[in-house]
Every structure is written in C-alpha cells, then in structure tokens.
C-alpha cells in the first residue's frame, strides 16, 4: 500500500504540509482551505522558505567545493518578479532563455551581471537586448550563434563573456542515461562530432567574445548521480583537451540543471550535497588527476529549487461515476494550469485539503474541466468521498506549472501566492475574463 493511501499520514515535501485545529490542510501555517475561498481556485501556493531552503542548500554545498562555485537559478521552472527579487536576496544567479525572461528579470531589477542567457535559436533582437542590459553570461549553443554574437557585439564595441554549451553524448532522463548514441539533439555544440572543439578554437580567435568556459545540461528530472559525474568528467576532460591544442586554461564549467524531486512516493532523488558531490566534487578531482587548475563550477537547477515547495489547490464540482470502470472527480482547473500530465503523463499525488488524513474511500481519477478526454490531471488517486466545494490539493506543482500555463478554452490562469509563517502574499494576480480577450482586436469586416 502505497503511504498516501495509509490515513494520517502526509507526503513528505519541500513545503511545509501539517494539519491544523480545523483538521484542515496547512502549508507553510497557512489553511489551504482558507486560501482557497480568499484568493479563489485554482491557485498556485509556494512555499517561500522552502524554496530559500534549497536555495541556501545549493549554495552551501557547493560553496563547499570553491568559494567561487556559483547555481544559477533556471527561471524557465517558475518564473515571475517576486521570483527573481527572492533569488537576488538569496545570492542566486539566474538563467533566462528569452527576451520574455530577460525582461521580467530586468523589471524586478535582478542584477543583469548575474543573467546568464540560453537558448538554442537567440534572436539578433535578443542577443542585442542583452547586450545592452550588460548580461553576465552568454551560454552560446551553436556556430552560427557564436558569429551572431560577435557581430552584434562588435556592432556595440564591448565584449560578450561566454560559455559554449557542449552536447556531451550523456543523456539522463528519469532512472536512466546513454552514454553515447545521444548526439541527436538540437541543444550545444556536438563534441563527438569534433564540432565542440572546432567551436572553441573559433571562439578563441573572436576580438568580442570573450570565452570563460564550458557548458553542458544532460536532462531533467534525474533520480540518480552517476550521469552528473559522467558528465563532470567528460567536461573536464575537455578542458584539459582544449589546454593541450591551444595553452589556454578556460576557468568555468557550468553543468547544467536536472535533479529530480519527489512526484510519488517511489521517488528517491540524490540530496543537494550527493549532487553537489557528483558536479562540483567530480570535477576537483578529475582537475586533480589531469594537473589541472580547478575551474569555477556552476550548476543550473530549476526543477529542484521550486517544485516541491509548491501545491495547487482546486475547488471539486461534478463527479460522474462509471460504475466498475471509473469515478471521474472534476476540479475547476486542468491542462490550462498543469499540462504536464497530458504533454508527458506525469504523475502527481493529490489530497483533499478539508480532511488530508481521512482515510481513502476507494481511487478518483482528477479530471480537468477543458473541452478535451486527454485533461486528466491524477489518474487513480486513493481520496475520501470528495464533496463538490471541497479543496483538493495537488503536490509538487511548483515547477513547470505556472511558467508552461495556458488560458486554453479561454479559462483564465490562476493566481499565485507566497505563503511564509502563517501570512498569504500575492505573487501573481488571477487573470480575469478582461485579461484572457486583452489582446483581440476586432477588425472591421463585411458580412
Ligand atoms: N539548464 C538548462 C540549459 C535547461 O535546459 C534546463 C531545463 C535547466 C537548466 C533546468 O533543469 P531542471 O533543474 O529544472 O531539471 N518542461 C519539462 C522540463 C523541461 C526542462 C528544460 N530544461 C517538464 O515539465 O518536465
């Protein structure tokens, strides 16, 4: 019997999850039912102090390796204006991969020498807007980018410090990597191919780039070390080729996001500290081995900052029962809010916020209230007899659930909100019917 189908019991989470006298769910000693009826459902709840929490692991850890050692916060996992304020107070660098990104960053006065900037296809618009707010680093992902970027940086007279992202023939997903076979991907400079070293040298010889070092990202949601040391290695290898060719000791490797939370009670993610012993711990060893001065490591999470430290709670409406099929229990969000699910059948546990320790009654399947049979966001989930108004609340959403939302079917996106020591503050308003038709125009027309 899986633990959440055992009463009394609540998951284990990033967030603060507890009961209180009303017997109702809390989280960070905030009532989510409470929350529900003042800032209305659906609504994204993140847990501040969780989230500062693994900032402050991530930094710890690897500060323990080199007091240069930095972690770039991958805002792509949730991304808003309180989101970059709270990752500037706890030392975080940021990743954006967008003018969209780099905007909100720049808006909530991020400091721009922090930004590092991704992304396969960087628009001239782009590059030359994050050039002008003076971006720390460029993560350069391919030869024509690497042209691009010099002549839109010639065209300012600066120079642009770089990192040229490696495709380094690893790639991890959930439970499982490949070593080689893995160069099809349209991410980086393919180092198989002799591309990545062909890069670097091109790189050295640009007078507006300046070259600082290395990137790799091997994949997302990784439940175990052994792909991130692979990959240290690899990378570190690289660096002493590059030594070798051209006498030049780049000074910084970034490895990329990737480590894994916890979804189901099955989920085991490495903690920060076996991350950070694989990553930054991997790569002053190999420098060791191969007489190499030590490089600055970076690492990239997103994911692992956010994810668990949110939940979503929904208000329950209609329910229609199969009999000896299925019990569809319908909630007022969906895809629109979480599409994960439906894009890559993700599993999610849920519980009802009224009652979280009753004892499961039989499963539901949680069914989106979007126009289409794939919106299901829990499949087969162990509830008590929800009511229609009560609360349910779905965990670890904190990442890759506000930042991929969509108003598909016109449904409004939800709000967000900041929850710390009993006290709620809004981080993003809900969208309102006006929001959602903002942007249509109405052109004239003959009938
Ligand atoms: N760095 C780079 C270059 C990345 O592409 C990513 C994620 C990260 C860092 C952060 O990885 P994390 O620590 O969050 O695993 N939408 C998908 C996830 C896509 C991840 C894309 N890249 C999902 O919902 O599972």
Redesign the pocket.
């Known amino acids: 019997m899986s633990m959440e189908a055992s009463p009394g019991v609540l998951p284990a989470q990033d967030a603060a999850l507890g009961v209180n006298e009303a017997g109702h769910l809390t989280v960070a000693g905030c009532d989510a039912v409470e929350l529900a009826r003042r800032f209305g459902t659906p609504l994204y709840v993140l847990d501040e102090l969780a989230v500062r929490g693994r900032c402050r692991a991530y930094r710890r850890e690897m500060g323990a390796f080199g007091s240069d050692h930095g972690v ?1 916060y ?1 805002s ?2 949730f991304m808003a204006k309180g989101i970059c304020r709270l990752m500037d107070q706890e030392g975080m660098h940021l ?1 954006v ?1 967008s003018g969209g990104e780099l905007f909100t960053a720049m808006s909530a006065a991020f400091p721009p020498e922090r930004i590092f900037f ?1 992304g396969n296809n960087k628009t001239p618009e782009e590059i030359t807007y994050a050039l002008e707010a003076g971006i720390g680093r460029f ?1 350069v992902d391919n030869p024509a980018e690497l042209e691009l970027l010099e002549e839109r940086a010639a065209r300012r007279g600066v120079r642009a410090a770089a990192l040229l ?1 490696i495709t380094p023939g690893i790639e991890a997903h959930t439970h499982e990597y490949v070593r080689t076979g893995s160069i099809d991907s349209k ?1 980086g400079f393919t180092l198989a191919t002799g591309e990545a070293m062909a890069g670097v040298r091109r790189a050295l010889e640009l007078a507006h780039v300046e070259l600082k070092g290395l ?1 790799c ?1 091997i ?4 439940l175990e070390t052994e792909p991130f040391a692979l990959a240290a290695r690899v990378m570190v290898d690289l660096l002493a080729q590059i030594r070798r060719e051209s006498g030049i000791c780049l000074g910084e490797v970034d490895l ?5 939370i916890r979804y189901t009670a099955e989920d085991r993610p490495p903690t920060v500290t076996e991350f950070a012993v694989a990553t930054a711990g991997t790569v002053r060893r190999r420098a060791e081995e191969l007489g190499l001065e030590s490089p600055r490591v970076l690492v ?6 956010v ?1 668990e430290a949110g939940v979503t709670l929904y208000t329950v409406g209609s329910a229609k029962e199969i009999p000896g099929v299925r019990y569809y229990l319908g909630v007022d969000g969906g895809m629109g809010d979480n599409p ?1 699910p439906a ?2 059948g ?1 599993v999610y546990r849920g519980l009802l916020a009224d009652r979280p320790l009753a004892a499961p009654e039989g499963t539901v399947t949680v069914a989106g209230h979007c126009c289409e049979s794939g919106d299901v966001l829990v499949r087969d989930l162990p509830l008590p007899h929800a009511r229609r108004g009560e609360i349910l609340a779905v965990l670890a959403t904190g ?2 659930n506000y930042s ?1 939302a969509s108003d598909y079917n016109r449904f409004p996106r939800p709000a967000a909100v900041l929850v710390r020591e009993g006290r709620a503050r809004l981080l993003i308003r809900r969208e309102t019917y006006q929001d959602v038709a903002a942007l249509d125009e109405l052109p004239e027309m003959q009938p």
Do not use: C, N, T, W
């Open positions: 770039i991958a792509k996992a990743d991969v991704h993560v992202r991410f990137h990202h994949g997302s949601q990784i990329g996001g990737g480590l894994g990239e999470p997103g994911r692992s900052i994810g994960r894009l890559y993700a990442a890759y991929m």
